[in-house]
């Protein structure tokens, strides 16, 4: 499983008005940290479509896909305006 508690966190900093950019960085180095070998996407995507955002200004998720040794770990968190 993704360190759910880093996925949320990164939720709620782009919420809160946080550089996606920097946010999705520290996020993925998060996961790397954490023993998993790859990451193969850690995007922030709109809601209603799964459109590609660089600015949080509608509602969206973040969804990542990790590789811990020979498995494929997926997870996505709703980012929530505050």
Do not use: C, K
């Not at 799964?50 to 709703?78: C, H, K, M, S, Y």
Request: aromatic share 4%; net charge negative.
């Amino acid at each position: 499983m993704l360190d759910v508690a880093n996925h949320s966190g990164a939720a709620e900093r782009i919420a809160g008005g946080a550089p996606t950019d920097r946010v999705l960085s520290e996020a993925r180095a998060a996961v790397l940290a954490a023993g998993y070998r790859e990451v193969e996407y850690l995007e922030l995507r709109a809601e209603d479509d799964l459109e590609p955002l660089q600015l949080f200004d509608r509602p969206a998720r973040l969804l990542t896909a990790a590789w811990l040794g020979q498995t494929r770990l997926i997870d996505n968190v709703t980012v929530l305006s505050r």
